[in-house]
């Protein structure tokens, strides 16, 4: 399974982006789809997960109202719209996928079984 992540970039703060996670190589509808972002030094951190039909998402709470996590079948790709973006969002941005996911696990970077490249999203004036 590949996972391709795209989209990123820099932006003034209060703009907006939007990731895309292109998945190869598995059925993707069969997938839990999530977001996590990293800074230099630190964990990777959740940021927003979807499940493998759309009808479930959950958002960390520091980006929930700003962020919307979403995803289409049909073109095997999930996305990440990002906005009101701040300098605190400023990060590489990975996309994760998972077989399956528990809920009180979903935060845990070692739940997901496959990893995109990361995307650096820098917000700055």
């Known amino acids: 399974v590949q996972l391709q992540a795209s989209g990123g970039g820099w932006v003034q703060p209060g703009g907006s982006l939007r990731l895309s996670c292109e998945v190869s190589?598995?059925?993707?509808?069969?997938?839990?789809m999530a977001w996590f972002r990293q800074t230099p030094g630190k964990d990777r951190k959740f940021v927003a997960l979807?499940?493998?039909?759309?009808?479930?998402?959950y958002h960390d709470y520091s980006v929930k109202g700003r962020f919307t996590i979403s995803r289409d079948n049909a073109v095997s790709t999930a996305y990440l719209q990002m906005n009101n973006l701040t300098p605190e969002d400023t990060a590489v941005y990975f996309c994760?996928?998972?077989?399956?996911?528990?809920?009180?696990?979903?935060?845990?970077?070692?739940?997901?079984?496959?990893w995109g490249q990361g995307t650096l999203v820098t917000v700055s004036s």
């Open positions: 979807i499940s493998w039909d759309g009808t479930n998402s």
């Open positions: 994760a996928a998972a077989r399956t996911v528990n809920e009180d696990r979903r935060e845990r970077v070692g739940v997901y079984d496959y």
């Open positions: 190589g598995r059925s993707f509808s069969n997938l839990v």
